[in-house]
């Protein structure tokens, strides 16, 4: 299967409400229409996760961040454009996404990937898409696609083949909190 499959069989299981097991620029998540609310529900059902506790966001570029959260300073859609690093900075006043994705305070957490399939799949869905560790809730973040529990492949909708072969090693991406009040704060560095 060759990667434009990969994005044809992703679109269809999206519009269609489903999850995916895809490759990010960081671990391999499990993936879904982030302004979809049932779609985000299989995965925090999945993942067997509480939804008190958040999930990330991926947009396609910092020009989509004001359609989702408070639009960010000058300052911050700096510090995500020079980031080489994956970074995923935590918003105040998220809208228009799935209500189960926006915590307590009316926070998300949005990263705009270095990763040519992610970036191609956003672009081509024009929506923003869930990105959770594919791991169940508790367990060890996969560092490849072989990490990845049989029961996590077995729960969603479909598996990119992309990058499965990849054996190098992955981390999660850095994480900021842009508060209300304009300071940033780490989370995870």
Not at 14 to 36: E, F, S, V
Request: with cysteine.
């Amino acid at each position: 299967m060759n990667y434009s499959e990969d994005i044809e069989n992703c679109l269809r299981v999206l519009k269609d409400g489903g999850i995916i097991l895809y490759p990010t620029d960081t671990i391999w998540g499990i993936g879904c229409d982030a302004t979809n609310e049932a779609a985000v529900k299989k995965i925090y059902e999945l993942k067997q996760r509480a939804e008190s506790k958040s999930m990330i966001v991926l947009l396609a570029d910092e020009k989509e961040i004001g359609h989702y959260a408070k639009s960010p300073s000058a300052e911050i859609t700096m510090l995500l454009h020079e980031s080489t690093a994956p970074l995923t900075i935590v918003f105040p006043r998220a809208r228009d996404l799935a209500a189960n994705l926006i915590s307590a305070d009316n926070s998300i957490a949005l990263r705009i990937p270095h990763d040519d399939f992610c970036i191609g799949l956003l672009r081509i869905f024009k929506r923003p898409l869930v990105s959770t560790s594919a791991n169940i809730s508790g367990a060890a973040s996969p560092r490849n696609f072989n990490d990845i529990s049989f029961e996590i492949k077995k729960g969603v909708d479909y598996i990119v083949q992309h990058r499965q072969n990849d054996k190098s090693l992955s981390s999660p991406s850095r994480i900021l909190k842009w508060t209300e009040d304009e300071k940033l704060i780490v989370i995870r560095e």
